[in-house]
């Protein structure tokens, strides 16, 4: 279920990026990291070295 989170995400920032060119808040930025992070069970920040 982790990956498939993922990949929707992923999936979801793409069709996000192919149709909007406007500046895009921090939140929507860290998305994919955020939920990995989350998903995976690791601490805030902690995919943001490999950024």
Known sequence: MTTIQILVVLDGLGA????????????VTRMAVTTAERELGLVSGA???SL
């Open 47 to 49: 995919l943001a070295a």
């Open 16 to 27: 996000h990026a192919n149709t909007d060119t406007g500046n895009r808040p921090e939140a």
